[in-house]
């Protein structure tokens, strides 16, 4: 074979194999959805009425702890009880930062017996019972020796005995899971 025909077969092959890097499949592929659909949003309301200015709450409604009440960021009913878990944003958050309570409501004059569980990024409730409820926590962690930050979970029951109605609990406690 002389030169000429081998640098012409090597072109060719070399063409060949170029024009097949553009050629589209034989095949064609559909793409499949994953997982539910997003639901539609609503179209933006048009204006019926003109609008109405609001204004920041004066002091004395500030005074009835309206900023505190800002923070919450949480709130889960216990089912069967009157009470209820939250979580208020605060601290550092990358060191935990979710306050998380449980509060039992007494009576309108006297609001709310408030009970602090403790600090820690998430949790979920696993199961609640009369005068019970299990949590999972997420909690953030911090490696002394080299500063590092972590996470890990832990479940914690939170257990309390209710006396009378519109009474607080005669006792809360908070005592570690399985």
Partial sequence: MSTRSSVMSITVA???SLAACDATPAVKTTKT?????EPAQAAPRAPSGAPEPLTVADASER???LQWAAGVVRVDEVPGENAKLF???GGDPAMNGLYTYIAFYLSPAEGW???RIGDFLDYTVLSSAN???DLDVQESTMDEATGNIGDRHRKIIVQWTQAA???????VTVTPGQ
């Fill in 87 to 89: 979580g208020t944003a």
């Fill in 33 to 37: 959805t994953e997982g539910p659909a």
């Fill in 165 to 171: 109605e519109e009474t607080a609990p005669t006792a």
């Fill in 113 to 115: 017996a408030v009970y």
């Fill in 131 to 133: 005068g019970r409820v």
């Fill in 14 to 16: 070399a063409a060949l």
């Fill in 63 to 65: 005074d009835d702890g």
